[in-house]
C-alpha cells in the first residue's frame, strides 16, 4: 500500500447537469485511465454505464473509480518533484429521486468537490448535497463549471454559496474572459495567468503574466484570499500586516489547507470540463487541500457489548473496522458489497464479523472499482475503498469488522419515501420472478421499501419520487425479466398527533393454565420541541417514568417495542406515524402471569385506544419546486402553481428568466412536467425535493382517510 499521506477519498456532487459525470470523464482521461473521452450525451461516459444512464443521460447509480495522479506538474508535465496521489473517486447521481447515493458516498468520503454551473449558480439540489456534506463534516472545494457558457459569471456563484450556503467561499482564481471567450484563469496564488493548450485535450498549459487589464482586480481578490486564511498561521498574519508580498506560495497552501480541512473555507475555483479547462488545477487542489485518510481524526465507535466509545485510527496495524456503504447485484459475481477501510488490514480469503447480523463473514475475493469492472486485489488496508464478494447476508451500513475487537460504526441517514405505486405480476410465470427481483433491488437501494396491502393483496413499492419507481420497474424489466402491470402514483402521507393525552390499558386474558396480565399507565402525544431539535433524524421518542418497581425493569424493553411496533399503522388511514412520544410512569403485574408478550400486546392496545384520543391529524409531503421560466410564461405558470395550492416563496431572475420558488403539495404535483412543457411551448424547466411533512387541510384528509376505507369495505 502505498503512503497514505498521498491516498485522497473524494466525491463529484452538484445539481442535475452541473456537469459532475463530464468532469470524472475529464478526471480518469487526464490520470491516464481511459484514452478516449466519452460524452455524456452520446451515452459513453465510463461511469455512466447502466443501459437507464446511457438512454436518460442521467447518472442513477454512483459509480466509484480508482486513479493515480502526478503532482505538482510543471506546465501540465511530470517532473522529479513529482509525487504519485492515488484517488478513490465517486461521481454521485444529481437528481433528488437518487439523493440516497449522496448520502452513502458522503458518509464514508474524505473531501468533495461541490460543481457548481457557472450559469446557473445554487440550484436546489446544490444546497441538498451541501447539507448531506454538512451532516458528515465532509471538507470541500467549489469547482464552477461550464465557464464558457452564455450567462457565466464566477463571482456571482462565489457570492450565491457564501449568501445561500452559508459558506465562507474563497476564490483561488479569476477567469480569464468568459462565455465564448472564456481562455483560462489567474491563479491568485502565484499571481499568473494559465492558458490550456486544446490540441493536447487541456492536459498542457502556459503560464502567463495576469493580462494588464485584471491587475488590479487580481491584487484585490489575492488580498482578500490571504486575508481569509491568515488566522490560520500567526505569522501570515504578522507578514499580511507589515509586508503582504513577503508571503510564500507554500504558507498560503499550507494555511488554506488547514482552513479547508476545519471547514472554515471553500475554495473556488472555475474551467469548463466539456472545454478540457480548468479540471487539472482543480485536481491539484485536491492533492493540496482536500484531507487525506490520516488527516481525518480517528474513527469513533461504540462497542456492541456495552455500549462504550471505542476510536480506531487510520493505521494497518490497527484492528480491521470497515463500513459497507452500497451493496450492488452483478450478474456475473453476485452481490458485490462496496466498503470503506478505517482501520487494519484485511487479506482476500479470511473472515470478518459483521456486528448487526452478528455472524461471520468470508470474504472469497476482494476488488477495486473501475465503474461496473472489477479488478481483482490480495489484501485492503486502512484508508482505502473496495469491494468484496461472497457474503451471504449484507445490508447497506453494516459494520465489519475484526471478530476479536467488535465496534459498530455510526449508520447514514436514510430519508423516507414519499411515492409509492402498487404492482402486480403479468403472469403466473412472473409472480416467483417478482419476489426475488424486488429482494434484490431493496437490498440495493435503502430508500425503496416494499410492503404487501393486506386488504387488496397487491404489493406496494415506496420510493423517492416518479423516476425513481420508473427506473426500478424498468431495471425489473431488463434485468430480471418480469413483467408487472402498475397502478397510479399514491402519496405516501403520515399520521402525526396534536395533543397528549393520558391512558391506562389493563391486558387480562385467563384460558386455564397460565394466563397474561399486563397494565400500563402512559401519556400518547407529540414528541417534546427540544427533543426534536437535537434528534432531527428520529421520530420515536420513549421516556420511562416508571419509580418504585410498579412493572419490572425487564418488561420495559417490551413495552417500547410494542408501542413502536404500533406507529407503522395509524387510526385514521393506516399511514404511518410521524413523531410520537410515550411516557410510560405506572403499570402494575402479576407475578405468574405477566411476560415481555403480555407487556407488548398491551403497549399495542394501548396505542390503537389512546391514539383516538390525541387528535390525530393526516400529514401530506410537501416538496419545494423551483421553476425556471422565460418572462412571457410568467402569469400561465404562477397560476398553475396556486392551482396546485402552492405557497410562493420568492421569484428572481436569472439570465433572462424567471425563476419561481414555491413549496406544493407532492399529491398536487403528478404529471407535472407535461403540464409545465405544453404551458411554456417546452421552454420552462423545474426541479422538485422534498422539503417536510404538513397537515393536510380538512377536505384533503377526509378525501383520502374516505378513499382508504371505502378500499378496505370494498375488499
Known sequence: MADLKFQRNFGIAAHIDAGKTTTTERILRYTGMIHKIGEVHDGAATTDWMEQEKERGITIT????????????????????????????????????????????????????ALFSAVDGVEPQSETVWRQANRYNVPRIGFVNKMDRAGADFLNVVKQVKEMLGSKAVPLQLPIGAEDDFKGVVDLIKMKGIIWHMETEGMTFDEIPVP?????????????????????????LEKFFENPDSISEDEIHEAIRKATIDLSIVPMMCGSSFKNKGVQTALDAVCRYLPSPVDIEAVKGTDPDNGEELIRKPDAKEPFAALAFKIMTDPFVGRLAFFRVYSGHLDAGSYVLNVRSGKKERISRIMKMFANKQNPIDFIEA?????????????????????????????????????????????????????????????????????????????????????????????????FKVEVNQGAPQVAYKEAFNTTVEHREVLKKQTGGRGKFADIVFELGPVDAEWKAENPDKHYQFVNDIFGGSIPREFVPAIQKGFEQSMSTGVLASYPVDNMKIRVFDGSFHQVDSDSMSFELCAKQGFREAARKAKPVLLEPIMKVEVVTPDQYMGDVTGDLNRRRAILEGMDSRNNAQVIKAKVPLSEMFGYVTQLRSLSSGRASSTMEFSHYSPAPNNIAEEVIAKVKGKVGAA
Request: hydrophobic letters at 40%; one cysteine or more; charged letters at 30%.
Open 62 to 113: 454512483s459509480a466509484a473509480v480508482s486513479c493515480q495522479w502526478n503532482f505538482p506538474t510543471v506546465k501540465g508535465k511530470a517532473d522529479a518533484n513529482t509525487k504519485k496521489y492515488y484517488f478513490n473517486i465517486i461521481d454521485t447521481p444529481g437528481h433528488v429521486d437518487f439523493t440516497v447515493e449522496v448520502e452513502r458516498s458522503m458518509r464514508v468520503l474524505d473531501g468533495l468537490i
Open 212 to 236: 494588464a487589464d485584471m491587475v488590479e482586480e487580481a491584487n484585490e481578490w489575492r488580498a482578500n484570499l490571504v486575508e481569509a486564511v491568515a488566522e490560520y498561521d500567526d505569522k501570515l
Open 383 to 479: 484508508g482505502d475503498i473496495g469491494a468484496a464478494v461472497g457474503f451471504k447476508e449484507i445490508k447497506t451500513g453494516d459494520t465489519l469488522c475484526d471478530e476479536n475487537h467488535p465496534i459498530t460504526l455510526e449508520n447514514m441517514f436514510i430519508p423516507e419515501p414519499v411515492i409509492a405505486i402498487a404492482i402486480e405480476p403479468k403472469t403466473q410465470a412472473d409472480v416467483d420472478k417478482m419476489g426475488m427481483a424486488i429482494a434484490k433491488l431493496v437490498e440495493e437501494d435503502p430508500t425503496l421499501r416494499v410492503n404487501t396491502d393486506e386488504d387488496t393483496g397487491q404489493t406496494i413499492l415506496r420510493g423517492m419520487g416518479e423516476l425513481h419507481l420508473e427506473i426500478i420497474i424498468d431495471r425489473m424489466k431488463r434485468e
